[in-house]
């Protein structure tokens, strides 16, 4: 019998729930008793700072969702841990740039510092003090030379326009940061529109206060390599505005970036330098490699100048349309509100139920990140700078996007956009044939403001494509796309592509990383094939769908591995399966080795668990992977971390390798490990990511696998699933449906799941295909302490793969 309580909670829950999901709640009950989800507000869960620890690489400034700027405080822009400009353990701040990476292994950007001072003005940011370290993270593994000391850079003490802070001087949230700067005593705060980024400075009574913009700052390969500046120009116009510019040869070689700055109340005067020298007192233009700016105000105590910088890759005009379109106005305050709210509206889009305020925290912050990136790359008119150099126009209603961590974010990122953000999916992937049309590299693999990075294998822009595809999203140029990526799938001598056509695989003795690079070229076949089916490619669809089991000709069955081979088809030698490689000339596996390689297979299992001999072999080389030792060589990279056995949840090979249990029948075996890793990986601390966070890909396997489901073949639009976390969650979705996922019982002791209901039906399969969830409708999780062995087993239950079912 329903309590009068219950019965009024699922009314009020009810009452905006489409009829199907009514209906289904009429015919069962919930456990869930605190007030109904659409009370929650998801902002004040979030805490920016995790993943600033540790090698999480994030920042902590003000953005907006997918915003141009990201308006960050820059404490270090020289060694890895610096590659978001930003780390927990510094302690001093450089000043306040307008374009950040997020969780990125490579840095750049950090365009247009901006940074108060009082008294005489100083033209270098000066030695940090105390010096940077070469910061430890509790997921790192433990190497074979563990007891060889890490050093950290040395450093002098010279002085500079850098701040010293304290963690007590600091607070920010979703779309506002602010710090005080005791030396100075001026406090700074930062909030954003898309394009726009707002600073308001509080400042003490001075005759000498001023503010430095600094356009020589910028990611830098090393502390003794300034940052490479191809060229930058400033211009001073009146007392107020500043327009500007700058091409940079970072990690984006070439890269474009412009702005346009006003302060709301003149300056008395202003000093232009070049190359750190000062220029004339009327100079009020400048082209250099080297630009500095120093304005100056008289400020009586407590007074407030707020600075608005809008950006553009296509000119200061630009940058200066986009600033008097989206802040015309000076509020700081009710920009700050509005930014606020434009997260409250997308971490909205779920509305989760969790044991408490720490996995809370850890939940919305990782969809925090996950909406940061891609990031907006076109101007308010429509202008954009293209992969070409050349300044293009988008269609009415269009806008472009760039940041595509290609390799990492094809595997939770994307997928989990297809869900939560639906209307901009035909954007992003129309950005990327864009991409593909312009770019003298051709298709995307790492695109960063108009360059192609090159970093990292595969070309898996396909990959999003043909899941797009697969998830029947319309408004893609899918005719335009096929061309342009069957150019690299069958024409193309890229990173070894054309050994691969010709031998079945990349020879070890004739390019780097090979092993990985066969199996990642072959799962980019299986997303090509399905994009040559809808295209009508008939032969092409069945030579990739051949190809894409290329996978073989490098898993040797004589001890179930997968290994590097040479191009007379020996295997390579000697084999270490913990190896990066088996030369020093080269690594054969790409940031992994041999064990997590040996389960990159996301879209032919059945097939290749064949390979092993038997599925229950399968499952004991799973289990081995899980339980042998974590130590790694001396040589690996650091982005293998949040080691269990030699799987490594800090870096994505392995991101779907613990739901792979489900195809062998065991899933059980995947609801304990993923609920494992949820608790394991993840904190609500700085140092609370296994890795950097790679464009939101970390925190999206959270926020999914949280969920109670994942995409290990992202191509087949199809979910596996693990053990929920959440004990409720409403997930809106496009055109206002709604879906609710609830899991009865659920707890840190009861992670396996005893059987599933849709819609109030029993849902006997292990999975569940993406068509079914945008439906919307009430999914429902029965959990216990122990394993049912029955649900999800069964054949017929299994997650379907390589288009075809286990049976």
Same mark, same amino acid.
């Given at each position: 019998m329903i309590s009068r309580r219950r019965f009024l909670q699922h009314a009020l829950l009810a009452s905006s729930l489409p009829l199907a999901i009514q209906r289904s709640l009429a015919q069962t009950t919930s456990s869930f008793t605190t007030p109904p989800l659409a009370q929650a507000k998801c902002t004040r869960h979030v805490d920016v700072f995790i993943g600033t620890g540790g090698h999480g690489h994030t920042f902590p400034g003000a953005t907006v969702p997918f915003g141009m700027v990201q308006l960050s405080p820059d404490t270090y822009n020289a060694i890895w841990d610096s590659s978001s400009g930003y780390h927990r353990g510094d302690g001093s701040i450089m000043g306040f740039s307008h374009t950040h990476l997020s969780g990125t292994g490579v840095g750049d950007m950090l365009d247009v510092l901006v940074m108060p001072g009082v008294g005489p003005v100083q033209t270098k940011p000066g030695d940090p003090d105390p010096?940077?370290?070469?910061?430890? @993270?509790?997921?790192?593994?433990?190497?074979?030379?563990?007891?060889?000391?890490?050093?950290?850079?040395?450093? =002098?003490?010279?002085?500079?326009?850098?701040?010293?802070?304290?963690?007590?001087?600091?607070?920010?949230?979703? =779309?506002y940061y602010r710090v005080h700067l005791r030396d100075r005593q001026v406090t700074a705060e930062l909030t954003a529109t898309r394009r726009v980024g707002l600073h308001r400075y509080t400042f003490p009574a001075s005759a000498h206060s001023h503010l430095l913009v600094d356009l020589q700052h910028g990611m830098q390969d090393n502390p003794d390599v300034p940052t490479r500046i191809i060229d930058s120009q400033l211009k001073i116009v009146g007392n107020d505005t500043l327009l500007g510019g700058r091409r940079v040869d970072e990690w984006a070689s070439g890269r474009h970036i412009y702005f346009a700055m006003q302060v709301s109340r003149p300056f008395t005067r202003h000093q232009l330098f070049?190359?750190?020298?000062?220029?004339?007192?009327?100079?009020?233009?400048?082209?250099?490699?080297?630009?500095?700016?120093?304005?100056?105000?008289?400020?009586?105590? =407590?007074?407030?100048?707020?600075?608005?910088?809008?950006?553009?890759?296509? @000119?200061?005009?630009?940058?200066?349309?986009?600033?008097?379109?989206e802040l015309p106005g000076w509020d700081f305050d009710t920009t700050r509100q509005a930014a606020l709210q434009a997260w409250e509206r997308e971490l909205g889009k779920i509305q989760v139920q969790l044991a408490d305020e720490r996995h809370r925290r850890m939940f919305y912050t990782a969809m925090y990140h996950s909406l940061i990136v891609p990031t907006l790359f076109s101007d308010v008119d429509g202008q954009y700078r293209g992969m070409d150099m050349a300044v293009h126009q988008l269609p009415q209603g269009a806008e472009n996007y760039t940041e595509f961590s290609l390799w990492d974010i094809y595997r939770a990122e994307m997928p989990l956009l297809t869900l939560i953000q639906p209307e901009r999916v035909p954007d992003l992937a129309n950005s990327l044939i864009r991409m593909a049309e312009q770019s003298p590299a051709g298709v995307p693999v790492w695109p960063l403001q108009g360059h192609e990075t090159g970093c990292m294998i595969g070309y898996h822009s396909a990959v999003v494509l043909a899941e797009a595809q697969a998830k029947k999203f319309n408004g893609i140029d899918f005719a335009k796309a096929w061309p342009l990526w069957r150019k690299r799938a069958m024409d193309d001598a890229y990173q070894g592509l054309d050994l691969y056509r010709q031998q079945g695989y990349?020879?070890?003795?004739?390019?780097?990383?090979?092993?990985?690079?066969?199996?990642?070229?072959?799962?980019?076949?299986?997303?090509?094939?399905?994009?040559?089916?809808?295209?009508?490619?008939?032969?092409?669809?069945?030579?990739?769908?051949?190809? @894409?089991?290329?996978?073989?000709?490098?898993?040797?069955q004589a001890d179930n591995f997968v290994k590097p081979r040479l191009a007379d088809g020996q295997w390579a030698a000697p084999f270490d399966p913990r190896a990066m490689g088996h030369s020093s000339q080269w690594r054969d596996f790409t940031e992994s080795n041999a064990w997590e390689a040996t389960f990159l297979n996301q879209h032919d299992i059945y097939h290749y668990m064949a390979m092993f001999g038997s599925e229950q072999t399968f499952v004991d080389k799973l289990d081995q992977l899980f339980s042998i030792s974590s130590q790694l060589p001396a040589d690996a990279p650091p982005d293998i971390a949040g080691m269990v056995g030699q799987y490594a949840h800090g870096n994505e090979p392995s991101h779907h390798v613990s739901y792979l249990y489900a195809y062998?029948?065991?899933?059980?075996?995947?609801?304990?490990?993923?609920?494992?890793?949820?608790?394991?990986?993840?904190?609500?601390?700085?140092?609370?990511?296994?890795?950097?966070?790679?464009? =939101?890909?970390?925190?999206?396997?959270?926020?999914?696998?949280?969920?109670?489901?994942?995409?290990?073949?992202?191509?087949?639009?199809?979910?596996?699933?693990? @053990?929920?976390?959440?004990s409720r969650a409403l997930i809106t979705l496009q055109g206002g449906r709604q879906l609710l996922i609830e899991a009865h019982g659920n707890s840190s002791r009861n992670v396996y799941v005893q059987s599933v209901r849709l819609n109030g039906r029993a849902y006997p399969q292990n999975w569940i295909s993406h068509a079914t969830l945008v439906q919307g409708g009430h999914l429902e999780f029965e959990m216990g302490a122990q394993p049912n062995h029955a649900f999800g087993s069964d054949p017929a239950h299994r997650p379907p793969s390589f288009g075809q079912t286990a049976v």
């Open positions: 010096a940077i370290q070469l910061y430890h @993270s509790r997921f790192d593994p433990v190497h074979e030379n563990a007891a060889a000391p890490r050093t950290a850079p040395v450093y =002098g003490h010279t002085p500079g326009y850098r701040a010293a802070f304290t963690r007590a001087d600091e607070m920010a949230e979703p =779309g070049t190359t750190e020298q000062p220029q004339g007192s009327d100079a009020t233009q400048a082209q250099s490699k080297s630009i500095q700016c120093a304005l100056h105000f008289d400020t009586h105590a =407590g007074e407030t100048i707020v600075v608005k910088v809008g950006i553009s890759a296509v @000119s200061p005009e630009g940058a200066l349309r986009n600033l008097d379109s990349v020879p070890a003795d004739k390019e780097a990383e090979s092993a990985s690079k066969t199996l990642e070229y072959a799962y980019d076949d299986w997303a090509m094939a399905q994009l040559a089916k809808t295209a009508g490619a008939d032969d092409d669809h069945q030579r990739l769908l051949a190809r @894409s089991r290329n996978y073989q000709h490098v898993f040797d062998a029948g065991q899933p059980w075996k995947t609801q304990a490990r993923v609920r494992s890793l949820l608790e394991t990986m993840y904190d609500d601390k700085p140092d609370g990511e296994a890795g950097n966070d790679d464009c =939101g890909q970390i925190s999206a396997w959270l926020i999914l696998s949280a969920l109670g489901f994942y995409p290990v073949d992202p191509v087949s639009g199809d979910y596996v699933f693990g @053990s929920p976390q959440v």
